[in-house]
């Protein structure tokens, strides 16, 4: 198959080339460029050489490296001498003689090497060349390009001998390759974005495991396995593993020893879990990016102070780097930054901060430091990297925990006016690069393990370490408590403070607006209808004008209450019901009236004949009958309307959309939104731009979200759930479809979410596991287009908009409104967005959490939110699994929040309504803890449900004891029984007299009360025989 040359680029490519080479110079060191006659390019064959400015000019102008290969560019023609392979492949954009200078570029003449070394006619043919352009006397060449080889040697020797002066011009070559097209562009992306892939998806995975696991690892060892992991091409985003490798084996250095250029390699160190440095670059059909991140293992304070300053550094250096910036004068905006700040760390600072990055990794003459003069051009790529060097760890007791560096780095885009646009979206900020173990309570018990290890090898330490998560294991419970009780205390204090704090501010109650129908006596209609005193409907004005006492009275339709109509007999009636004090205006709406003093009509009723006199043109009645239609009209039409308007009442007016232009604004298309636009759900495309999100459907509706608006941007996978969402909880709600929404989601669909039952299904059917094959790759994609989305959302925002994803693991089945779904806590609240209605709930905002009805026999309980803001009505989650009670308790002490459990479900509004009433009595009266178990109360409850525990259970004795009581027919002794059992299940001091004692007191009682009556010796008999059995038994 013959290899195809991208005809367009060449040429493009190679007039621009031409272009810089003729137009004379504006930057010192393009004047040699200018003075160069000719240009000689010559590549030999040389497999150590990975970048020479030879073969990427090749890369550049063909898109492939071409051995053995001459090129001598002239003033007026190209020559190229080659085998008749390469000949081949170059005639795709030689020139032919009737198409002279086409698209600008000289003609081109082929040469083919012949197969003696000495090729002396075609060297006679190209040295003629060469001093007929121009004046013939200088050459362009790429001094650092040596090619060994008796081939090369001999075309050396030859320029050499005919006395032509060499001039380097490498750097402006580079300068010129520098600005990159939108295709050379791409491919930089897509470079980048395996880069990050690879470190994202193994490289911090990895080095997770190996803490984890406490592994020893050399630093050449891990590196050995990244380069390994872009042969899979699970790392690489979906490119092709042939047209991947790196860019230099990636430097992986920790424990002290830091040497923060690109230059070193990894060493054969274990890696030590302190700092650690990661810098690795892959190259993607011939174009290079890179990435460098530093990952900290319990970092100490001053560590992350001088990690989040180097954060600060680098944002700095982005807005320095625009089109048109001379790369020393960005250089030292950022040393002076450094200066301002943290002076101490100047120098500390990398002496450059970067270079120039395309074919070649490292352009050498455009590096970031306080000597270059080259201006920066729109669509030049760079690698930056900046770090701190030999800084010291005041905290280190070990020689490889004193010192540590801090090294960042990321492939990024110039632009005309804006800052710089970094390609690698790895998040970088402390929470995302460090990896926290454990508390400080915890150090000593390592370091005991560490000397265990020395002493007794790595087996006593793992038995140490097993033995001590036992012991933890046996004493979470008490941790829990103990950290419930500090933040009980915590809680009762902080909302008393903040109740105080809201004392001052005055809840005025909403007084219902006054409608007037007319504002003078002029703006009464003159109908006929209402000299003859007919009831009349003033559509205009929304105002019904009745016949009262014989004078025409106007009613606005707001003060009607309802309307109804009947017929009886002869005569239609009309009874028209009025709003007046007492009666209600709604669920939400109070009944206060503007002045409540007065006198108020309650009800009208009209009557009218349904009897056509003669001489009528109509019935009566009809008057009646079309009023009525009318109000009811008319009525319809004032509630739509005032429904609209209250849903508007409170809306926080939005800021603008600043629409982006630029076409590579992340979009994800074939949405739908939820809830509705229209009727239908309808698809469309959600698109972000400078400060916010648009929605825009199919049909053309639009829904604009802005940034600072959104409270929690949350992103559902597609993990287990039939759709792919993204949710966004607004802090302001925002109207669309004629409503007020808080919460908007946009979701696909990525599986049948019905199935048909009456198909005949077969396990091996291969039209089945053909589409569950196909659901699987679909689901892959979505996610990967939805992952996509969000790191360009991410680094576009500057990581200020966040997406939070539900933890699987930590949810549990629950009822919030009418059916059961999975509720799933994010870092910051607890959601479930594939349901709608949604749940979000803010843990911020949450005061305590309450257990209702957990009780031993029951298999669900409910949980019960309150919030600080104690007039939002708290919220009920039912149904809640009880196996599920153990693990959101452990969560929520993970997040700091105080929870009570307890076995009756109370009235929630009448006591929210008690505290807001009266919050310093209730907090005088001990404010929350009135629903601890341990509160007054419940306490001696608990103690004799704990002695029932420790009391021997006997199930013989209970058997016979259940015998006797079936066999016995009196009901007495079966009391007696139980009530003797009763008393033996408590202590032996409240266990009561013997039986004997008690004969002896009743005996005592008969004789003084003189009551020898038969029936009741008899009855004492049988208490006595079927006493002192049980006895007996019980004391076995």
């Known amino acids: 198959m013959a290899v195809n040359l991208d005809k367009e680029a060449y040429y493009r490519r190679i007039k621009r080339f031409y272009s810089n080479w003729k137009v004379k110079s504006y930057v010192k060191g393009e004047d040699e460029f200018g003075k160069v006659d000719a240009i000689v390019v010559s590549v030999g064959v040389d497999e150590e050489i990975v970048y020479a400015k030879s073969t990427a000019i090749q890369t550049w102008l063909f898109g492939y490296e071409l051995t053995d290969t001459i090129m001598v560019f002239c003033d007026t023609k190209i020559i190229f001498l080659a085998s008749k392979k390469k000949v081949d492949f170059l005639k795709q954009v030689a020139i032919t003689k009737g198409n002279e200078n086409a698209n600008g570029a000289p003609p081109i003449t082929l040469l083919t090497r ?54 380097d011009i490498s750097a402006v070559v580079a300068y010129t390759m520098a600005v990159k097209e939108d295709g050379e562009l791409n491919l930089m992306k897509k470079a980048a974005a395996i880069t990050s892939e690879v470190y994202s998806k193994f490289f911090k995975e990895r080095v997770m495991e190996i803490v984890d696991a406490d592994e020893k690892v050399r630093h050449s060892k891990l590196a050995e396995s990244v380069e390994k992991a872009i042969e899979e091409k699970k790392y690489l985003g979906g490119a092709d593993p042939s047209t991947v490798e790196m860019c230099y084996p990636p430097i992986i250095q920790s424990g002290g020893n830091y040497s923060l250029k690109f230059s070193v390699v990894s060493d054969k160190n274990h890696m030590h879990f302190g700092a650690i440095t990661c810098a690795m670059g892959i190259r993607y059909k011939s174009y290079c990016s890179n990435l460098v991140r530093t990952l900290m293992v319990d970092p100490p304070q001053e560590m992350q102070d001088n990690y989040n300053f180097l954060l600060q550094v680098e944002e700095e250096l982005l807005k320095e780097l625009k089109h048109g910036v001379k790369i020393c004068d960005a250089y030292n905006a950022v040393l002076e930054f450094v200066k301002k700040e943290k002076a101490d760390l100047v120098p500390k600072l990398t002496k450059n901060l970067g270079f120039a990055m395309g074919i070649e990794f490292r352009e050498g003459s455009l590096v970031l430091n306080v000597k270059n003069q080259y201006k920066l051009k729109k669509g030049m790529v760079l690698s930056i990297s900046l770090g701190f060097a030999d800084l010291e760890n005041k905290e280190g007791k070990k020689d490889e925990q004193k010192k540590y560096a801090l090294f960042i780095g990321d492939t990024i885009q110039i632009n005309e006016e804006e800052a710089a646009t970094v390609l690698t979206p790895v998040k970088k900020k402390i929470k995302n690069v460090g990896i926290f173990l454990k508390n400080d309570d915890e150090e000593d018990e390592e370091e005991d393990g560490d000397d265990a290890e020395e002493l007794l090898g790595k087996g006593a330490r793992s038995a140490a370490l097993l033995a001590d998560r036992t012991r933890n294991e046996m004493t979470a419970e008490e941790k829990r408590r103990a950290h419930q009780k500090e933040l009980a205390n915590h809680l009762n204090e902080e909302a008393k403070r903040r109740l105080t704090e809201q004392k001052g501010e005055q809840h005025t109650q909403k007084v219902k607006k006054s409608n007037v129908s007319y504002k003078n006596v002029s703006q009464m209609p003159r109908e006929k209808e209402i000299r003859e005193m007919k009831i009349f409907i003033d559509k205009k004005y929304e105002t019904v004008i009745m016949p009262v006492f014989g004078i025409a009275t106007p009613f606005h339709i707001a003060t009607i209450k309802n309307i109804s109509m009947s017929v009886e007999g002869d005569y239609t009636y009309l009874r028209i019901n009025f709003y007046v004090p007492g009666s209600s205006l709604g669920r939400q709406e109070g009944n206060i009236f503007p002045n409540p003093d007065a006198t108020f009509v309650k009800e009208i009723t009209y009557r009218a004949s349904n009897l056509k006199a003669p001489g009528d043109i109509s019935v009566p009645s009809t008057n009646l009958q079309n009023a009525f239609r009318i109000i009811k009209e008319v009525q319809k039409r004032y509630k739509t309307r005032e429904a609209e308007e209250k849903e508007k009442e409170g809306i926080v007016k939005q800021d603008s959309l600043v629409i982006n232009l630029n076409r590579s604004n992340p979009k994800l298309k074939d949405l739908y939104i939820r809830p509705n636009i229209a009727q239908k759900r309808m698809q469309g495309s959600l698109e972000a731009h400078t400060n916010g999100f648009r929605f825009t459907s199919v049909r053309g509706d639009k829904v604009d979200i802005l940034y600072n608006n959104i409270k929690h941007a949350i992103f559902q996978p597609c993990d287990g759930e039939m759709i792919i969402v993204l949710h966004f909880h607004l802090k302001n709600a925002i109207m669309f479809g004629k409503r007020r929404h808080t919460d908007v989601q946009f979701y696909t669909e990525v599986g049948e979410i019905t199935t048909d039952l009456g198909k005949h299904q077969h396990m091996h059917d291969r039209d089945d596991l053909y589409a569950e094959q196909m659901e699987r790759e679909m689901r892959h994609k979505l996610k990967s287009a939805f992952k996509n989305f969000i790191e360009k959302v991410e680094t576009l925002t500057k990581e200020e908009l966040e997406f939070e994803v539900p933890f699987r693991d930590l949810g549990f089945q629950g009822a919030p409104y009418r059916s059961t779904c999975l509720l799933q806590p994010t870092s910051s609240s607890l959601v479930n967005v594939t349901e709608w209605p949604p749940f979000v709930v803010t843990l911020d905002e949450v005061e305590l959490v309450h257990f209702e009805r957990v009780q031993f026999h029951l298999k669900n309980f409910d949980v019960v939110i309150i919030y600080k803001d104690y007039n939002k009505k708290v919220t009920m989650i039912n149904a809640v699994p009880v196996n599920s009670l153990d693990p959101i308790k452990e969560w929520l002490n993970s997040c700091d929040i105080k929870y009570t459990e307890g076995v009756q479900s109370l009235n929630w509004t009448k006591i929210m309504k008690t505290i807001v009433d009266d919050p310093e009595g209730f907090f005088e009266q001990g404010g929350w803890s009135f629903l601890d178990p341990d509160s007054e109360g419940s306490g001696p409850e608990m103690d004799s449900e704990s ?16 015998e006797e009581e079936e066999d016995s027919d009196e009901d007495y002794s079966s009391e007696t029984e139980d009530s003797d059992y009763s008393a033996s299940l408590g202590s032996e001091e409240e266990s009561g007299k013997d039986w004997d004692e008690l004969e002896e007191e009743a005996r005592k009682a008969d004789k003084e009360s003189h009551y020898e009556d038969e029936d009741t010796s008899n009855r004492k008999r049988k208490v006595r025989s079927s006493a002192p059995p049980s006895k007996k038994k019980r004391r076995s």
């Open 114 to 167: 012949e197969k003696n070394e000495s090729n002396k006619a075609n060297f006679d043919k190209m040295i003629e060349a060469i001093k007929g352009s121009k004046e013939g006397k200088t050459v362009g060449v790429f001094s650092k390009d040596k090619f060994p080889g008796e081939y090369m040697k001999s075309w050396n020797d030859t320029i050499n001998a005919e006395g032509l002066e060499k001039v």
């Open 947 to 962: 002695e029932m525990e420790d009391e021997t259970f006997n199930p013989s004795a209970d058997e016979e004891e259940e």
